[in-house]
């Protein structure tokens, strides 16, 4: 599908939250630290006008390091509140990188509008000379008023790459090209005279907000893992944990017993995988292995990464949900 860019401006809205895209270094410090407000990043890249008419909204200006709840839950509010209004094709979010990816999901999973909602970031700082911000809220304001954006969801948009919320993760501490999108790959490319979508994200679902986000934890696993952190989440409080399991979805023994304790405890468990590829399954049967892990009640997390299945279990847990329901929401 290849939509042609050159048109009329139509109008998004910018919602700045900061991240390295905001970020310019501290003479006192010399490290760079939160600096550019939404406005100033507009400044940034001239020829916007042409693309789109943005309004700033200055939410937030906090390292992406900052992001949870919270803010997850104000950024939501801000973002249906945009997308209410019927002069508004779109909204677009700058934000950092290392929690881009949840911030995107969580929005994916939460905003019923069929309107884009892009993000983007940049992984080089507004002080060093091949920052790389200006040409990515370029192309952020491309997509968001590219007619085929429209029911793809939240998207993650950098180095001329359109990524899809549910497969996209930071692959990379510090190029530019640091966002993939697994085994599914891109769904688009921008250049500076269109955009052009190969495929459409089709493992979507919504999840309303009802209440207070429950807490859920996500515990490793590594060689003489021995479910200390398991018992410690859940007597903190935890509701649910993720297991970043090995391989398919396997654990230690003492994992296990520890898994098997706090399940019988009313605690909700999903096995997720460290392995950045591929689901998980519930396969091998000695004690500690997938099929042992979901006897024991445990659900499995298809090939959501542990971050993306801490974020969709949060949103079930605000309502009681049956193991059953739960694996169901996982394999949608």
């Avoid at 990043?41 to 949870?68: K, T």
Wanted: proline share 6%.
């Amino acid at each position: 599908m290849n939509t042609n860019l050159r048109r009329a401006p139509r109008v998004c809205q910018f919602i700045s939250t900061g991240g390295t895209i905001a970020m310019k270094v501290d003479p006192a410090t010399g490290a760079p630290v939160p600096t550019l407000s939404g406005d100033d990043l507009l400044a940034s890249a001239p020829g916007l006008q042409r693309i789109a008419s943005l309004r700033v909204n200055n939410l937030f200006n906090l390292p992406s390091d900052y992001m949870g709840p919270v803010q997850w839950v104000g950024l939501h509010l801000a973002v249906e509140d945009a997308l209410a209004q019927d002069d508004v094709a779109g909204v677009i979010i700058s934000h950092g990188t290392d929690t881009l990816e949840e911030t995107a999901w969580f929005l994916d999973l939460t905003v019923t509008s069929t309107k884009p909602v892009v993000l983007f970031g940049a992984q080089r700082n507004a002080s060093e000379p091949d920052y790389d911000g200006p040409r990515n809220l370029l192309n952020a304001a491309r997509v968001c008023t590219a007619p085929d954006a429209a029911g793809m969801g939240a998207m993650v948009v950098l180095n001329n790459q359109i990524n899809a919320a549910r497969e996209v993760t930071k692959s990379h501490t510090s190029d530019v090209e640091a966002f993939k999108s697994g085994d599914f790959g891109f769904l688009g490319v921008v250049d500076d005279d269109r955009v052009v979508f190969a495929r459409a994200p089709l493992r979507r679902q919504h999840l309303p907000l009802t209440r207070r986000l429950p807490e859920v934890a996500i515990v490793p696993m590594y060689g003489g893992a021995d479910g200390s952190m398991i018992r410690c989440a859940a007597s903190n409080g935890a509701r649910g944990v993720v297991v970043q399991a090995l391989g398919w979805g396997n654990v230690s023994l003492p994992m296990y017993e520890a898994i098997r304790e706090v399940i019988d405890a009313g605690v909700a468990v999903v096995i997720s995988t460290r392995v950045p590829n591929g689901r998980v399954r519930p396969i091998y049967g000695f004690t500690g292995g997938g099929k042992t892990l979901q006897d024991a009640g445990a659900v499995f997390a298809d090939d959501l990464s542990p971050q993306k299945a801490r974020i969709l279990l949060m949103l079930a847990l605000q309502v009681p949900v049956s193991p059953v329901a739960l694996q169901g929401l996982f394999d949608r």
